[in-house]
């Protein structure tokens, strides 16, 4: 997104605010970035915790073992990530969630192909750790380097709200790519889940 203009490096505005609330007067701005960066991936995920562990007992601790147990990890993968994005469907129905500038049908278009394909990714770790914290991780590293250090960190342009965050084409595309050669590695190791099932219940 920096690279190719859709938004600019780096929201000096944004890190001199955090300059002052971290009471860091003096320091540079690369120096701030990088506490910054190191504060968001220690304290950040303490207290996002709770939260993200209460959504993912959901998704990843219940409904995917759930599904698993009479579909393909393919067919597990893309339910639970549709059912997953279309939760938040009307939080943009309603105006409350997404990016301004881009038509509705844009947003809710992207932000399904992002959740379904990190979907994929987080039922593949699901299954091959058979561990619920591998999920909750990956959901929090996406939701606090996504929202509080790239997107704030990022000058948005008239034009990058159709690029930027979970509702613009780039993140979409990009774990989309990733969602395939995790894809491909399930459908591999895990197959219609018969051996998990086994595993899992044996």
């Known amino acids: 997104i920096w690279v190719a203009g859709f938004g600019e490096w780096y929201n000096s ?17 690369a120096r701030v970035i990088i506490f910054h960066l190191a504060l968001t991936a220690t304290y950040s995920f303490v207290i996002l915790l709770p939260s ?15 599904l698993g147990k009479f579909m393909s990890f393919t067919n597990v993968a893309l339910t639970s990530g549709l059912i997953w994005s279309m939760w938040h469907w009307p939080l943009m129905f309603m105006g409350l ?6 038509p509705l049908y844009y947003q809710i278009f ?43 960190l990022t000058i948005e342009t ?5 690029y930027v965050n979970e509702f613009g084409v780039v993140p979409a595309l990009v774990a989309f790519v990733i969602a395939v050669y995790f894809w491909r590695k ?10 998990w099932r086994n595993t899992a219940t044996g």
């Open 97 to 102: 969630y997404g990016n301004d500038g881009p």
């Open 186 to 195: 399930g459908k591999a190791e895990f197959g219609d889940l018969s051996a």
């Open 110 to 152: 992207f932000f399904t192909l992002f959740i379904t394909s990190n979907a994929v990714i987080m039922t593949y770790l699901r299954f091959k750790t058979n561990s619920l914290w591998s999920a909750v991780i990956f959901h929090m590293s996406l939701n606090v380097f996504l929202q509080e250090v790239f997107a704030p």
């Open 158 to 162: 008239d034009r990058s709200a159709w």
């Open 52 to 66: 993200v562990l209460g959504e993912e007992l959901g998704w990843r601790g219940f409904l995917v073992p759930e």
């Open 13 to 29: 505005e944004f890190v001199f605010q955090q300059m002052k609330e971290y009471n860091l007067s003096g320091w540079s701005d």
